[in-house]
Nanobody, 117 residues
Framework: QVQLVESGGGLVQAGGSLRLSCAAS????????MGWYRQAPGKERELVAAITSGGSTYYADSVKGRFTISRDNAKNTVYLQMNSLKPEDTAVYYCNAECTVAAMDYWGKGTLVTVSS
């Protein structure tokens, strides 16, 4: 089992920045990729950014150039630096960890990001 705890959400004005953190604990040795998803009211959950254990990254087109995902393997923590935030970035952000060997996905409880215009 892997437990994920997110932090760093909050209220920010458009154009501002926030940094989300996700700390993993438990059977972290099985984790391959980690990522951030978000779900806005009335919309489906979508992948925002992901990073593999080797450091390869993926970004949704909507956040490219504004968001940066990073990972500290020693601390089992993944970060999402969000700059130039827009009101449409408002959502609950969820941390995800993939355990490829066990074919399992783990999720945090989410952290709310609200961007005011």
């Amino acid at each position: 089992q892997v437990q994920l705890v997110e932090s760093g959400g909050g209220l920010v004005q458009a154009g501002g920045s926030l940094r989300l953190s996700c700390a993993a604990s438990g059977d972290t040795i099985c984790i391959s990729a980690m990522g951030w998803y978000r779900q806005a009211p009335g919309k489906e959950r979508e992948l925002v950014a992901a990073i593999t254990s080797g450091g390869s990254t993926y970004y949704a087109d909507s956040v490219k150039g504004r968001f940066t995902i990073s990972r500290d393997n020693a601390k089992n923590t993944v970060y999402l630096q969000m700059n130039s935030l827009k009101p449409e970035d408002t959502a609950v952000y969820y941390c995800n960890a993939e355990c490829t060997v066990a074919a399992m996905d783990y999720w945090g409880k989410g952290t709310l990001v609200t961007v005011s215009s």
